[in-house]
């Protein structure tokens, strides 16, 4: 099946990240949230990340204008009647997610697909929330969206090969690798690094080196482009408890069980870049 029109669901950090590389990509793209306020912001945001491409000479002026063209927001689920993706990125919430699933399947053409960019719920259980389980997938980007190459695919239990092959096929033109993971909390990569990340808290609470310490330690003796609490940050601290937490449910094994730490810094507000303060100190 051919994917002309895209809708993402939520503005936030990964949804504004992927509307744009879907914009950039040729798509036409409806931005839906629940208030106005939030898509004006995501979309004044990607137009100033264009703008920079602009400066930096990777785009022209008149690009940037059509890429901008190419985004609409809206704030009704109706607007999805002539879509023919749906990517949500939408909160860690399985009952919201359901809500959302059910409502999505009501609005929108019968042919459309319904993607999820989630970082560790099931697929299978969304997909249950409709009457459309074949066209139910998992395609999961990685922050920034604008930069990080890969595309995680996970088919649900009923996801048909046509829902998976167009998916592949939009993640190759949005300039993506595809890389395919069975359906499994965290699938591939959030598998392999929450735990890193979180052992990263449990060294800090137990005083085993400063935040400055580990994250060097990790950049240069580990070669990661940026260390685990600085990322912890970038991702989104309350992110990365929610998937630590989906862990130590799922597999039912403490080895998974989240730093006491991660749970104090959400509860204190300390989100990360997001809100002005994590492991570190930002700017708002
Ligand atoms: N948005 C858009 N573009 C960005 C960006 C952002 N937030 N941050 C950096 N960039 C762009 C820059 O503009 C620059 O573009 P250019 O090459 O056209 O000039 C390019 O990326 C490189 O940026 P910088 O030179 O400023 O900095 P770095 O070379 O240090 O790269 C980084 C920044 C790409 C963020 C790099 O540090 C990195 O790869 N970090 C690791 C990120 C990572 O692991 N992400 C996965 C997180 S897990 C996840 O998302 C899953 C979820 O489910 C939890």
Do not use: W
């Not at 449990?202 to 330690?217: M, P, S």
């Amino acid at each position: 099946m051919s994917i002309g029109k895209i809708a993402v669901l939520g503005s936030g950090t990964m949804g504004s990240g992927i509307a744009q590389v879907a914009a950039l990509s040729g798509y036409e793209v409806l931005l839906i949230d629940v208030d106005q306020k939030f898509i004006d912001r995501a979309l004044a945001n990607i137009g100033k990340a264009l703008q920079k491409s602009v400066e930096k000479g990777k785009l022209t002026t008149e690009d940037k204008e059509q890429i901008l063209g190419r985004m609409k927001g809206s704030i009704s689920y109706e607007d999805c009647k002539d879509v023919d993706l749906v990517i949500e990125a939408i909160l860690e919430n399985m009952d919201l997610k359901k809500q959302v699933y059910q409502k999505l399947d009501e609005n929108c053409p019968s042919h459309a697909i319904l993607a999820s960019n989630t970082s560790s719920l099931s697929i299978t259980e969304m997909a249950a929330a409709t009457k459309r389980a074949d066209k139910v997938v998992g395609m999961h980007f990685f922050n920034p969206a604008a930069v990080m190459k890969l595309v995680e695919i996970i088919p649900g239990l009923d996801t048909s090969d046509e829902t998976v092959s167009a998916i592949e096929e939009v993640a190759k033109k949005m300039n993506k690798v595809p890389v395919y993971a069975k359906e499994s909390p965290g699938f591939i990569v959030n598998r392999i690094l929450v735990p890193m990340i979180n052992e990263a808290v449990i060294a800090l609470g137990e005083g085993i080196g400063t935040v400055e310490e580990i994250d060097t330690a990790m950049k240069l003796g580990a070669g990661m482009p940026m260390g685990p609490l600085a990322l912890a940050d970038m991702v989104g601290i309350d992110i990365v408890l929610a998937v630590a937490e989906v862990f130590h449910k799922e597999f039912a094994d403490s080895k998974y069980r989240p730093a006491l730490l991660l749970r104090q810094m959400v509860r204190a507000g300390h989100l990360g870049v997001k809100t002005g303060r994590g492991f570190y100190k930002y700017q708002k």
